[in-house]
């Protein structure tokens, strides 16, 4: 399918595997094939040209390559990261990187209007899923939609209190359910709500009686269930607890604590891990303020500050 659309030179970039929209298995690969530089090459000697392009391009792989051993990317997403550079054939890294970030990874924002299915924030404890249920209610709520707002973390010691600390400030009753039948009653009795937001105790993805009954709330309804992770957690560890995660049926992923991580190589195992798609970033603990969309830019920029954008030079087709 590659060499019949792009010609015999095309180069596949990467392959992801991925579930499709009806959860079965499927691989995303992305080819690519170079384009002819527009460049002059009459009074270019071909031997220096090809140094010169030689040396370009080792400056930009040793300084990707150094941005990401500084983040503690996992090998595996490095290689593809610099195969996908290489191919690209962009001499600047910080437009390589973006390049690279567009090709490697999906980006699915959280809609501000009405939503189809309730969302639920799921991730292991100390996340943020309070956190960002408030902050999504509180954008929903200033957008002028109707948001209902709902609890299921009932045994950690003044979770359900925070959260109506927040919820009370928007005028928005705060509803608990303590069981999967609970939950599926409280989703329609507000069911004529613009957005469901449902906020969860701690899921430890590596206790399997955690994990199924996370899997039983998220059946409870039609929900979707979204990934809420800090970023300042082993790059391993997170690749291993998305992986978990996107079995019960996650596919966004949420990245927290981001303002106070310097290492961000695991939101990348995370995501390249689990399959999932980057949707917003929260960058402060403010309520009413701190969450914004993660695009391929800003991921850019928070890997190498001061990114641009970038018109790739090459002709690219996905292939699922």
């Known amino acids: 399918m590659v060499r019949d659309t792009l010609g015999e030179d095309a180069v596949i970039v990467a392959t992801r595997e991925e579930k499709n929209a009806v959860g079965g298995a499927m691989v995303h690969i992305t080819a690519a094939v ?77 809609p501000t209007e009405k939503l189809s299915r309730p969302l639920m924030m799921v991730g292991p404890p100390g996340a943020g899923k309070t956190l960002i249920t408030a902050k999504l209610a509180a954008r929903s709520a200033m ?29 928005i009753d705060l509803l608990v359910a303590k069981t999967p039948a609970e939950l599926k009653e409280v989703i329609l009795s507000v069911k004529n709500a613009d957005q469901i937001l449902i906020d969860t105790a701690g899921i430890n993805p590596f206790d399997m009686n955690h994990v199924k009954r996370a899997a039983q709330l998220i059946g409870a309804g039609d929900i979707e269930p979204v990934l809420v992770m800090p970023a300042n957690t082993n790059a391993d560890e997170a690749g291993e607890t998305a992986k ?7 596919t966004r992923f949420l990245p927290t604590r981001v303002d106070v991580a310097r290492r961000l190589g695991s939101i990348l195992a995370a995501a390249y891990q689990g399959g999932l798609s980057f949707t917003e970033v929260s960058t402060t603990a403010k309520v009413a303020d701190g969450l914004s969309q993660l695009t391929s830019k800003r991921l850019t920029q928070l890997l190498m500050p001061n990114a641009k954008t970038v018109t790739m030079p090459v002709d690219k087709k996905v292939y699922s």
Not at 145 to 170: C, P, S, Y
């Open 34 to 110: 170079e384009k002819d530089l527009a460049v002059d090459f009459q009074d270019q000697p071909t031997d220096d040209w090809e140094a010169f392009e030689d040396e370009d391009e080792s400056s930009m792989i040793e300084e990707l390559t150094d941005m990401m051993l500084r983040h503690a990317v996992p090998e595996d997403i490095l290689d593809q990261v610099i195969s996908c550079a290489s191919v690209l054939s962009i001499d600047e890294p910080r437009l390589a990187l973006l390049a690279s970030i567009e090709s490697l990874f999906k980006f699915n924002p959280i």
């Open 143 to 171: 957008g002028g939609l109707n948001v209902a707002v709902i609890t299921t973390d009932i045994e950690r010691a003044g979770g359900r209190e925070q959260l109506e600390a927040f919820t009370r400030l928007m005028d």
């Open 244 to 250: 978990i995660f996107a079995t019960i049926g996650a």
